[in-house]
């Protein structure tokens, strides 16, 4: 199953319009897809995207659900669009996607100013 969701900024904060999709307890989500745009063009890094959907663990304490470096890091861009190429899945913690939050950061934990609009699409695994 695919989910997609756009995130729309709200008086500088990011907010995802989340839809009411309950999960499975077992059930393994990833990042298929990501594109964001801003209002200017900006200098790209790459950036970290955090929820708390999935678990916490000794092995990804800070509930990163995807790592997205850039091909050219030096490079000025309006849009920035990627598509992993290996899929990361993670365990889901909260089996209710309204009740999850996501955040995007770059490399060294700033937010990410000037957003105009952020695409994700999630992929669960519906085998359990």
């Known amino acids: 199953m695919l989910i997609n969701l756009w995130l729309s900024p709200n008086n500088n904060e990011l907010q995802f319009d989340l839809p009411p999709v309950m999960f499975i307890e077992g059930q393994k989500i990833c990042v298929s897809r990501l594109f964001i745009e801003w209002n200017m063009s900006v200098k ?8 708390t959907l999935i678990e916490k663990s000794p092995t990804n304490p ?3 659900l995807l ?3 850039p091909p050219q890091s030096n490079k000025r861009v309006f849009v920035f669009n990627y598509t ?3 899929k990361a899945y993670y365990k889901i913690q909260c089996l209710d996607l309204q009740s999850s ?3 995007l950061r770059d490399l060294n934990h700033n937010k990410i100013p000037s957003i ?3 695409f994700v699409q999630l992929e669960i695994d519906e085998r359990v």
């Open 67 to 69: 790592f997205a470096t």
């Open 116 to 118: 105009k609009r952020i």
């Open 101 to 103: 939050e996501f955040e």
């Open 44 to 51: 790209i890094a790459p950036l970290i995207l955090h929820s």
């Open 62 to 64: 800070h509930q990163q």
């Open 84 to 86: 992993p190429t290996h």
